[in-house]
């Protein structure tokens, strides 16, 4: 498990491997927010970097976030130079999954996904961690940002809340 005590805060400190992932978590965004296909530059992308199937993962978990969010997911714009506390869930995310550390993945996602599309995610994540890792593409866990973005989930009166998501008539709790 290798560990990065820097949290650095533009797109062009990071490692190769997050540069990667994080670029193309932003422009798979940005085709979605401006309606336009990123496909061509992602898979030329992840080709060029021997991992195609890291092009699937990704699409994969961005369609989970669109179609599960519990709430709106700060995801940057490409040429923005900060990171978001929510792409770097993601990134660490990712660093943990490699790391085998799945529960830890969960707590991070939990964070903006709901809890039935949480489930499905992490697998994803889990996914993509590996092939990206077949790649030699690590992620570096960073205890700063970790620390940064954890939820706190021993939060004081903090209770489970049901929401209807069928008809009334036949009530179905989530």
Known sequence: MKFSET??????DLSYPEQLTLWSIRI????????????????????????????????????????GHSRAVDIRCPCCGGI????????????????????????????????????????????????????SLHLPMRRLALRQVTPNIAAIEKRASFRVIANPAKTMLH
């Open 28 to 67: 798979w965004s940005d085709g979605h927010r401006q309606n336009y296909s990123p496909y061509a530059t992602l898979r030329e992308a992840y080709q060029r970097a021997r991992c195609s199937n890291g092009l699937i993962a990704l699409d994969n978990l961005l369609s989970l976030v669109i179609s």
């Open 84 to 135: 978001s506390d929510d792409e770097w869930r993601i990134l660490q995310s990712i660093a943990l999954a490699q790391a085998g550390d799945e529960v830890q993945v969960t707590q991070l996602i939990s964070h903006f996904l709901e809890p039935a599309t949480v489930r499905v995610a992490q697998p994803v994540i889990i996914g993509w961690a590996q092939e990206l890792s077949d790649r």
């Open 7 to 12: 949290v650095p805060n533009h797109l062009k």
